[in-house]
């Protein structure tokens, strides 16, 4: 592979540039880090059921075809599907989180 790949669609990609371009890598790794989570819904809420609204909980509210609002808790978790983990990444073996910028 000659330069900078177009796309990074492969382990190989990222550890390719992790090589030859180390200052672009941290960016990239952070953009794939912040693939991992998805929010997932854990129930509908009935009637005047508040829920949760914190770091790893929210509440999203939609209009169902009958025109009513439906409430559904959702929680913030792994996804199975995301693109770190389709790479071959995993949460313990890929880097630890990557640096906050600005601080």
């Given at each position: 592979?000659n330069?900078?790949p177009?796309?990074?669609?492969?382990?190989?990609?990222?550890?390719?540039?992790?090589?030859?371009?180390?200052?672009?890598?941290?960016?990239?790794?952070?953009?794939?880090?912040?693939?991992?989570?998805?929010?997932?819904?854990?129930r509908?809420?009935?009637?005047?059921?508040?829920?949760?609204?914190?770091?790893?909980?929210?509440?999203v509210?939609?209009?169902?075809?009958?025109?009513?609002?439906?409430?559904?808790?959702?929680?913030?978790?792994?996804?199975?599907?995301?693109?770190?983990?389709?790479?071959?990444?995993?949460?313990?073996?890929?880097?630890?989180a990557?640096?906050?910028t600005?601080?």
């Amino acid at each position: 592979m000659n330069g900078y790949p177009k796309h990074l669609n492969t382990k190989a990609d990222y550890e390719y540039i992790e090589k030859h371009y180390p200052d672009e890598y941290e960016e990239e790794m952070r953009k794939l880090w912040n693939t991992k989570d998805n929010y997932f819904a854990v129930r509908t809420l009935g009637g005047n059921e508040i829920g949760i609204n914190d770091e790893r909980m929210k509440v999203v509210e939609s209009i169902a075809n009958d025109g009513t609002i439906e409430r559904v808790q959702m929680r913030l978790e792994q996804d199975p599907n995301s693109k770190m983990v389709r790479l071959g990444f995993s949460v313990n073996e890929n880097i630890s989180a990557p640096r906050e910028t600005g601080e």
